[in-house]
T-cell receptor, first 111, second 113 residues
Framework: GESVGLHLPTLSVQEGDNSIINCAYS??????FIWYKQESGKGPQFIID?????DKRQGQRVTVLLNKTVKHLSLQIAATQPGDSAVYFC??????????FGAGTTVTVRA | DADVTQTPRNRITKTGKRIMLECSQT?????MYWYRQDPGLGLRLIYY???????NKGEISDGYSVSRQAQAKFSLSLESAIPNQTALYFC????????????FGPGTRLTVL
């Protein structure tokens, strides 16, 4: 079936290094993608989004890359900090205002 | 996000009890959603509403019902709670301006014994 999935359930990164979190999707009709960050005990928090007519979008310390050819989405976090430790979810929208979420990648930042 | 609030934040109940979870938002959004989150899984959509007169089932609506009392309020009910409904429940909203971005509340941790 069609789904959104993250390649790795966990990622350990040294403080100061760059993090890359990957996500694969299978629905070619998806036209909007979002990355969320969920800290312990909190709800998912919007990080950055990208529409299917773009292949790259940058925010503050974060960059989202979209490769529609291979249906791949990634989130890059520059100079990872301890506060970046969280679970990261990708979500896709198929133009019906409902989101389909991946299972999440837990990022742990090592001091 | 303080603009989306959920009550209660934690609840422990017994099998067979009726439970209501409430969500309020001050973002002025038309669209509201209820999700559940289980360990190791992503968020799964239970119900959603695009305005006060609109209620739609999500992918896992069995055992749940909802009420959209006003634009700002969307409640989720478990008519007869069972242990496999133990989960984190999140409410979310999205804007009428056409953006698909959803904004989440802090969640309710529900335990059914």
């Amino acid at each position: 079936g069609e789904s959104v999935g993250l390649h790795l359930p966990t990622l350990s990164v040294q403080e100061g290094d760059n993090s890359i979190i990957n996500c694969a999707y299978s629905n070619s009709a998806s036209d909007y993608f979002i990355w969320y960050k969920q800290e312990s005990g909190k709800g998912p928090q919007f990080i950055i989004d990208i529409r299917s007519n773009m292949d790259k979008r940058q925010g503050q310390r974060v960059t989202v890359l979209l490769n529609k050819t291979v249906k791949h989405l990634s989130l890059q976090i520059a100079a990872t900090q301890p506060g970046d430790s969280a679970v990261y979810f990708c979500a896709e929208n198929r133009n019906d205002y409902k989101l389909s979420f991946g299972a999440g990648t837990t990022v742990t930042v090592r001091a | 996000d303080a603009d989306v609030t959920q009550t209660p934040r934690n609840r422990i109940t017994k099998t067979g009890k009726r439970i209501m979870l409430e969500c309020s938002q001050t973002k002025g959004h038309d669209r509201m959603y209820w999700y559940r989150q289980d360990p190791g899984l992503g968020l799964r959509l239970i119900y959603y509403s695009f305005d006060v007169k609109d209620i739609n089932k999500g992918e896992i609506s069995d055992g749940y019902s909802v009420s959209r009392q006003a634009q700002a309020k969307f409640s989720l009910s478990l008519e007869s709670a069972i242990p496999n409904q133990t989960a984190l429940y999140f409410c979310a909203t999205s804007g009428q301006e056409g953006t698909d971005t959803q904004y989440f509340g802090p969640g309710t941790r529900l335990t059914v014994l």
